[in-house]
């Protein structure tokens, strides 16, 4: 292998292939990139065997070829290199890389390109095509619902459903749920259903730069695989096997009391309320007072611990309904508030001790549900 490839673009090539790198794998190979010309580009591979990244990045090829370069090593020293043309020659007798960029002269010793696992090849003209801009916005609105726990390997996914031209994104720990739903340009030709690691879907959104404009998703039921593919990267995830709870069972159906407010308000009276009930059990009780002729609606939203303090925020409100006192897990609002786009947002409530729904004011496609906390 004989290439020379800009230092710039090996740098950027290798951030995006880098976290799906594997250091603590008792295989030496999954902690290395692998590196190989095709057709004409350079193209770059990392893999846990749970989730694989490639990215291709433009080169100058005069000897094809591929390696698999020790991840860490290779990143550290190409971000040190100067942003000029990088030659790589490898010598396969000794599978070692040199790699040479102005006075700068290294050697890398590496491990032979057929250690490492291949990588799934698809057929991408059968996947679904989705626009990156709004598949960014829906991981970034339900990926954090997910839960952190392997205690129950289902609810760290999210669960990927189309029909007709409809996409839903549903994630859940049991404690919160988050549904954003969409629509895609073309109809997918049968229904799809699948549990995607949550972790996969929050690296597609990194690696998914704003200039594209479309990605394409196929299932690869037989492998119970998912491959993202877009213009320069591809993506391809493991599945989690199991049956996903049925989160329609979740959804309040109506309420006796609906609040709407300012985004912006109430997540800062949060983040404020956050500050001392992050000292004791995270705990924001919300006493929702509707108005009457003369004055608007209030919600207080108050914070305390034993050994700090306390906060207590009013926030002005369009209230209808009766006035309730409800408590949440402030880091949970916090979340949510964090991923509404629209100026206010309405909380739907019934008892206090029934779940909670927010939705943005002006866009029906998300909504968010929380399970309220004990008031002692």
Same mark, same amino acid.
């Given at each position: 292998?004989?290439?020379?490839?800009?230092?710039?673009?090996?740098?950027?090539?290798?951030?995006?292939?880098?976290?799906?790198?594997?250091?603590?794998?008792?295989?030496?190979?999954?902690?290395?990139?692998?590196?190989?010309?095709?057709?004409?580009?350079?193209?770059?591979?990392?893999?846990?065997?749970?989730?694989?990244?490639?990215?291709?990045?433009?080169?100058?090829?005069?000897?094809?070829?591929?390696?698999? %370069?020790? !991840?860490?090593?290779?990143?550290?020293?190409?971000?040190? /290199?100067?942003?000029?043309? $990088?030659?790589?020659?490898? =010598? +396969?007798?000794?599978?070692?890389?040199?790699?040479?960029?102005?006075?700068?002269?290294?050697?890398?010793?590496?491990?032979?390109?057929?250690?490492?696992?291949?990588?799934?090849?698809?057929?991408?003209?059968?996947?679904?095509?989705?626009?990156?801009?709004?598949?960014?916005?829906?991981?970034?609105?339900? %990926?954090? !619902?997910?839960?952190?726990?392997?205690?129950?390997?289902? /609810?760290?996914?999210?669960? $990927?459903?189309?029909?007709? =031209? +409809?996409?839903?994104?549903?994630?859940?720990?049991?404690?919160?749920?988050?549904?954003?739903?969409?629509?895609?340009?073309?109809?997918?030709?049968?229904?799809i259903r699948a549990v995607i690691p949550a972790r996969a879907l929050s690296e597609l959104a990194r690696i998914a730069s704003d200039g594209e404009e479309t990605l394409t998703m196929l299932l690869l039921e037989e492998r119970s695989q998912v491959v993202f593919r877009l213009k320069d990267a591809e993506l391809v995830s493991q599945l989690i096997e199991g049956n996903y709870p049925d989160v329609t069972q979740i959804i309040p159906r109506s309420?006796?009391?609906?609040?709407?407010?300012?985004?912006?308000?109430?997540?800062?009276?949060?983040?404020?309320?956050?500050?001392?009930?992050?000292?004791?059990?995270?705990?924001?009780?919300?006493?929702?007072?509707?108005?009457?002729?003369?004055?608007?609606?209030?919600?207080?939203?108050?914070?305390?611990?034993?050994?700090?303090?306390?906060?207590?925020?009013?926030?002005?409100?369009?209230?209808?309904?009766?006035?309730?006192?409800?408590?949440?897990?402030?880091?949970?609002?916090?979340?949510?508030?964090?991923?509404?786009?629209?100026?206010?947002?309405?909380?739907?409530?019934?008892?206090?001790?029934?779940?909670?729904?927010?939705?943005?004011?002006?866009?029906?496609?998300?909504?968010?549900?929380?399970?309220?906390?004990?008031?002692?």
């Amino acid at each position: 292998m004989n290439v020379s490839v800009l230092q710039k673009n090996l740098a950027h090539g290798l951030s995006i292939v880098s976290r799906a790198v594997s250091p603590r794998s008792t295989l030496p190979v999954l902690a290395n990139i692998l590196i190989a010309t095709d057709e004409g580009r350079l193209r770059l591979s990392a893999t846990n065997l749970e989730m694989g990244i490639t990215c291709w990045i433009g080169a100058r090829i005069e000897e094809d070829g591929a390696t698999t %370069v020790p !991840a860490r090593t290779f990143t550290d020293l190409v971000n040190t /290199l100067s942003e000029q043309q $990088v030659d790589l020659s490898l =010598d +396969t007798s000794t599978q070692t890389l040199r790699v040479e960029c102005g006075p700068s002269s290294t050697n890398v010793k590496c491990i032979d390109a057929e250690e490492f696992p291949p990588m799934p090849v698809a057929d991408i003209s059968e996947g679904i095509s989705l626009n990156v801009a709004d598949f960014k916005d829906m991981i970034q609105q339900v %990926v954090f !619902a997910a839960s952190a726990d392997e205690a129950r390997p289902i /609810l760290t996914g999210v669960l $990927v459903q189309v029909e007709g =031209d +409809t996409i839903t994104l549903s994630a859940t720990d049991g404690f919160r749920l988050s549904v954003r739903k969409a629509t895609i340009s073309s109809p997918a030709p049968r229904p799809i259903r699948a549990v995607i690691p949550a972790r996969a879907l929050s690296e597609l959104a990194r690696i998914a730069s704003d200039g594209e404009e479309t990605l394409t998703m196929l299932l690869l039921e037989e492998r119970s695989q998912v491959v993202f593919r877009l213009k320069d990267a591809e993506l391809v995830s493991q599945l989690i096997e199991g049956n996903y709870p049925d989160v329609t069972q979740i959804i309040p159906r109506s309420y006796q009391t609906r609040t709407v407010l300012s985004t912006k308000a109430f997540l800062k009276a949060c983040k404020q309320a956050e500050i001392f009930a992050r000292e004791g059990s995270l705990i924001a009780r919300l006493n929702i007072v509707p108005g009457g002729e003369m004055k608007p609606g209030t919600v207080e939203i108050s914070g305390q611990s034993e050994e700090i303090g306390s906060s207590r925020n009013l926030v002005e409100a369009s209230i209808e309904g009766s006035p309730i006192l409800i408590a949440f897990n402030v880091r949970y609002l916090r979340d949510v508030l964090e991923v509404i786009k629209t100026p206010n947002v309405a909380l739907e409530t019934t008892a206090d001790n029934a779940p909670g729904v927010l939705r943005p004011i002006g866009d029906e496609q998300f909504l968010h549900v929380i399970m309220p906390m004990h008031l002692g």
